[in-house]
Structures are given as structure tokens and as C-alpha cells.
């Protein structure tokens, strides 16, 4: 069983940054691949980032070059270091775990969810 809380969510102006954890429970953080995910009211759930090693990074094409995912195993810790902020970023930001090494963008693969972030950007 792996528990998960994110933080870090808040208002923030167009172009403006926010980062992003999510805290782990259990011993096993290394063992799960883990992704970033949002959600806009009235829309479905989408991939936003996944790692599973420093090497292995994923990104929806939206956020390249403006967000960057890292975790930290020695903490049960995973980052989403957002930039440039758009409006179009609103939404409630979630991370998942998945056992195993496999990144997926499809949120239906992910054993474990957190209780979301808001992330609201001003224009």
C-alpha cells in the first residue's frame, strides 16, 4: 500500500512558477513509476510528466520545456517544477504510482493516487 500526498498548489500570474511534491509512504517509493496529472473541470484526467529514473522522463507535448519531473528516493519524493505558467495550466494536479518501471500516460495503469493539488493561473 502506498499513501500519497501532493502540496504546493496555489494562484500564480501568467509566466509566473510553482513546484510541485509529492510525498510517498511505504519503503518500496523506488520500486513505482511515477507520473503527473491534471485535471480542468469537465474534462478527462491527462498525463502531464512520469519518471521512473533520472534517464527515463516523459512529458505531454503541452508542457516540454516548461516543466520538469524529478524524484528524490532517498526522500519517498517526486517534483513537478512548472515554469511559464499559462491559463490553459489551471487545473487540480494529482501524482500516481505505478509498480514497476513503466511510465504510462493512460491514468487507468496507476495503482495509487494522491488527493490533487489546485493549480489556478491568472491571466
Known amino acids: 500500500q502506498v499513501q500519497l500526498v501532493e502540496s504546493g498548489g496555489g494562484l500564480v500570474q501568467t509566466g509566473g512558477s510553482l513546484r510541485l511534491s509529492c510525498v510517498a509512504s511505504?519503503?518500496?517509493?523506488?520500486?513505482?513509476?511515477m507520473g503527473w496529472f491534471r485535471q480542468a473541470p469537465g474534462k478527462e484526467r491527462e498525463f502531464v510528466a512520469g519518471i521512473w529514473r533520472s534517464d527515463s522522463t516523459y512529458y505531454a507535448e503541452s508542457v516540454k520545456g516548461r516543466f520538469a519531473i524529478a524524484r528524490d528516493n532517498a526522500k519517498n519524493t517526486v517534483y513537478l517544477q512548472m515554469n511559464s505558467l499559462k491559463p490553459e495550466d489551471t487545473a487540480v494536479y494529482y501524482c500516481?504510482?505505478?509498480?514497476?518501471?513503466?511510465?504510462?500516460?493512460?491514468?487507468?495503469?496507476?495503482?495509487?493516487w494522491g488527493q490533487g493539488t489546485q493549480v489556478t493561473v491568472s491571466s
Open positions: 511505504g519503503r518500496t517509493f523506488s520500486s513505482y513509476a
Open positions: 500516481a504510482a505505478a509498480l514497476g518501471s513503466l511510465v504510462y500516460s493512460d491514468y487507468r495503469r496507476y495503482d495509487y
